[in-house]
């Protein structure tokens, strides 16, 4: 069993930026992929970015490449999402997800655990 914890939303003005954290707990996760979705009201779950535990790969999608990094923390256990110059598209709910592999779903139901969600909201 894995559990995965955000943290670090808030509300910051547009052009700001701000660091999730993914905290993982229970299993090894060598095997595993760690991936931000995120979800604006009345719209689907979508996702943002990426990384393979054993190798540290990255995926970031299009809207978020150059603006948001995806970076993990061995010893910490933790996995973080910086995103920097946010835009008020950018508001959503913020979810980390973990997958057994090494691809990178964009469909929900290939991810067996979630966190809770963390809320960010871009002001403009």
């Known amino acids: 069993q894995v559990q995965l914890a955000e943290s670090g939303g808030g509300l910051v003005q547009a052009g700001g930026s701000l660091r999730l954290s993914c905290a993982v707990s229970?299993?090894?996760?060598?095997?595993?992929?760690i991936v931000w979705f995120r979800q604006a009201p009345g719209e689907e779950r979508t996702f943002v970015a990426g990384?393979?535990?054993?190798?540290?790969?990255?995926h970031s999608a299009d809207p978020v490449r150059g603006r948001f990094t995806i970076s993990r923390d061995n010893a910490k256990s933790t996995v973080y999402l910086q995103m920097n110059r946010l835009k008020p598209e950018d508001t959503a709910v913020y979810y980390c997800?973990?997958?057994?592999?090494?691809?990178?779903?964009?469909?929900?139901?290939?991810?067996?655990?979630w966190g809770q969600g963390t809320q960010v909201t871009v002001s403009s």
């Open positions: 997800a973990a997958a057994r592999g090494a691809i990178f779903w964009i469909f929900t139901n290939k991810y067996d655990y």
């Open positions: 229970g299993r090894s996760l060598s095997d595993h992929v």
């Open positions: 990384i393979r535990w054993r190798d540290d790969y990255t």
